[in-house]
Structure formats: C-alpha cells, structure tokens
C-alpha cells in the first residue's frame, strides 16, 4: 500500500465533515414559535342552539371549547339553550357526543344554530349505538 493512509484518513473526515453538516443543519429540530391566534374581531352575540333526537339518548353533550353548552338525558328528545360566541370567518365548532341504550335502531340528530331567530347553521347526524361528530359552523356570507 503506497501513500499516507494518515492523509487518507484525514480527507475521508474532511469530507465527511463537509457533506454533515448541510445534513444536520437541515434534519436537526429547530424551535419553531407556535401560532399566535389573533382575537377575533366579531363581537360576541347570543346564540341559540337546539338538539333535537328520533330516539331518545341515554346522554348527551354538546360541546364548545372543550367546555359543554347542552348535555341530557333520556327521555327528553329535545334539548336547547343560549350562549354568547363571536362567529369569525374561519368558523367554530362544536362537538356532539351520544349515547343510546343497546337495541336501538339507526336515529338521527339535528343540531340547530340560530341568531335572532334566523338559522345560521343546521346539520343532520345518523348513528347507531354512539354518535361522535364535529359541526362546523360559519358566519353567513351576504
């Protein structure tokens, strides 16, 4: 073997070096700031929400924010109530869970939004035994 394998040893780091670090600069984990969300400029104005059922649930929430706006149980079918939101253009959403005793048949679920009595959004849900959905709801355009 001719040469200086000390010489050899030294380019094949060198190299080595040079090719790394573009590779780690790209692939190592940078902090990344998280996404401030701005304030919505709607006002918050009162809202009517109204959950209406074919059979009976044996509970129920609706949720807003993590935090629950209607919850019940059988026998009502109809459950309603009032909270204040400011609607942005991006929408918001609720979330609706159900429960229904064993044996009952595929029902439906109405989740009914109104602003002044007009309706601003309305959704239709079918489930079986359980009914685990998302409703987006968003500002009426003109």
């Given at each position: 073997?001719?040469?200086?394998?000390?010489?050899?040893?030294?380019?094949?780091?060198?190299?080595?070096?040079?090719?790394?670090?573009?590779?780690?600069?790209?692939?190592?984990?940078?902090?990344v700031p998280s996404?401030?969300?701005?304030?919505?400029?709607?006002?918050?104005?009162?809202?009517?929400?109204?959950?209406?059922?074919?059979?009976?649930?044996?509970?129920?929430?609706?949720?807003?924010?993590?935090?629950?706006?209607?919850?019940?149980?059988?026998?009502?079918?109809?459950?309603?109530?009032?909270?204040?939101?400011?609607?942005?253009?991006?929408?918001?959403?609720l979330f609706v869970?159900?429960?229904?005793?064993?044996?009952?048949?595929?029902?439906?679920?109405?989740?009914?939004?109104?602003?002044?009595?007009?309706?601003?959004?309305?959704?239709?849900?079918?489930?079986?035994?359980?009914?685990?959905?998302?409703?987006?709801?968003?500002?009426?355009?003109?």
């Amino acid at each position: 073997m001719e040469g200086r394998p000390w010489l050899r040893i030294l380019l094949i780091v060198l190299g080595f070096s040079l090719v790394g670090w573009p590779v780690w600069s790209v692939t190592r984990y940078a902090s990344v700031p998280s996404p401030v969300k701005p304030a919505s400029d709607a006002p918050a104005e009162p809202l009517r929400v109204q959950v209406t059922f074919a059979s009976p649930p044996a509970s129920f929430e609706l949720d807003y924010l993590g935090k629950p706006l209607l919850s019940g149980h059988a026998p009502d079918r109809e459950f309603s109530g009032d909270w204040k939101a400011a609607i942005p253009k991006e929408g918001v959403e609720l979330f609706v869970a159900a429960k229904w005793p064993p044996g009952t048949p595929t029902t439906a679920v109405r989740v009914t939004l109104t602003r002044d009595g007009n309706p601003l959004a309305e959704q239709t849900f079918w489930a079986e035994d359980s009914l685990a959905e998302t409703m987006t709801v968003r500002e009426a355009q003109p």
